[in-house]
């Protein structure tokens, strides 16, 4: 087949671009209020992308959130990084991305992953697959998504998913179809990404890829090229992302740290301590070079605390231009 770049991916390809995706804290009184207001800065100091992550388990439901986002913003891309293949049946995931393009006029991108998190699978009642099972999971549902984005209704029976005369009907904004964005880096999620995804997005969290270099970040990034090369895909119509678990960002170090130890008065975990980042604006700065070095172009930030609105102003107002070009 003869692969076309993604408009969403060719306008961004050979710039620098920064989305922040925010989860309202458990104990927030009033978190819709929260992701609400999250949406509006990150809108007001020219982010890229505003994302609600998908643990409907234990937070807020993101598609109904993105869809009144959607409502009260005009240029803010809108995702979930990444919703969960099984917290929605295939047809859903078509559904809820096309509905939410045309209510966004053309800014949805659907994120999907195979899902981690075990407790959250026993909330919602479904049961968790080892790796292998979950991967296939992604391929069938795949299938079925690219398929109702088709000319003519679908049809597919599957292990796992299956739906007959699948279709959306109503078409989104975006041709032929929202950009899909999935997370991972492991040897099949790589060649899984080049066959699907306009996006690949990943860190160096246990969930996301579990690079602790910058030579681990080259060699992954090499093996998407790869991958798109196998298939006869060019490598530069996929957008390398990178996901940052946690940032928390202050006017001046000591105030960061006392950000970063109010949020965790025990201190960081290994791990943590290379997911999360903090300091001042410069401290970010050079968190973003470091990765556009390697070959990222786009930097999805978690915000896990929707309120942290001194973190999103900083990465618009005084991180954005520093970092980002074109």
């Known amino acids: 087949m003869a692969w076309q770049t993604h408009p969403w991916v060719a306008e961004r390809q050979g710039k620098l671009r920064i989305a922040v995706q925010v989860f309202p804290l458990p104990d927030d009184p009033n978190p819709t209020e929260a992701a609400l207001e999250a949406a509006r800065v990150a809108e007001d100091v020219g982010l890229d992308g505003f994302f609600i992550g998908d643990h409907p388990g234990y937070h807020i439901d993101p598609w109904l959130h993105l869809s009144a986002v959607a409502t009260t913003t005009s240029h803010v891309q809108l995702g979930s990084v990444v919703n969960c293949v099984f917290h929605r049946h295939p047809t859903m995931h078509a559904r809820q991305a096309a509905d939410l393009d045309r209510i966004s006029n053309g800014r949805a991108i659907l994120g999907l992953g195979i899902g981690w998190n075990v407790p959250e699978f026993a909330q919602l009642g479904i049961p968790f697959p080892p790796?292998?099972?979950?991967?296939?999971?992604?391929?069938?549902?795949?299938?079925?998504?690219?398929?109702?984005?088709?000319?003519?209704?679908?049809?597919?029976?599957?292990?796992?998913?299956?739906?007959?005369?699948?279709?959306?009907?109503?078409?989104?904004?975006?041709?032929?179809?929202?950009?899909?964005?999935?997370?991972?880096?492991?040897?099949?999620?790589?060649?899984?990404?080049?066959?699907?995804?306009?996006?690949?997005n990943f860190g160096n969290s246990t969930n996301t890829g579990n690079v602790k270099d910058a030579d681990g970040y080259r060699e992954k990034i090499a093996a998407f090229g790869e991958a798109c090369l196998e298939i006869g895909r060019p490598p530069d119509s996929l957008l390398m992302s990178h996901f940052t678990s946690w940032m928390m960002l202050e006017e001046t170090t000591p105030a960061a740290k006392a950000k970063l130890d109010r949020y965790y008065p025990d201190g960081l975990t290994e791990e943590q301590t290379r997911t999360r980042i903090w300091g001042d604006p410069g401290r970010a700065v050079s968190h973003f070079a470091e990765l556009a070095e390697v070959g990222f172009s786009y930097f999805v930030v978690q915000i896990q605390d929707a309120r942290d609105l001194t973190t999103i102003r900083l990465l618009g107002d005084v991180v954005r231009p520093r970092v980002t070009r074109g």
């Open 131 to 200: 790796v292998p099972e979950r991967q296939d999971a992604l391929d069938e549902a795949m299938t079925i998504i690219d398929g109702m984005f088709g000319p003519e209704p679908v049809t597919f029976d599957g292990n796992h998913w299956r739906t007959e005369l699948g279709w959306i009907g109503a078409a989104p904004v975006q041709k032929p179809r929202p950009p899909v964005l999935i997370a991972g880096a492991g040897k099949r999620t790589i060649r899984q990404v080049a066959r699907w995804a306009e996006v690949a």
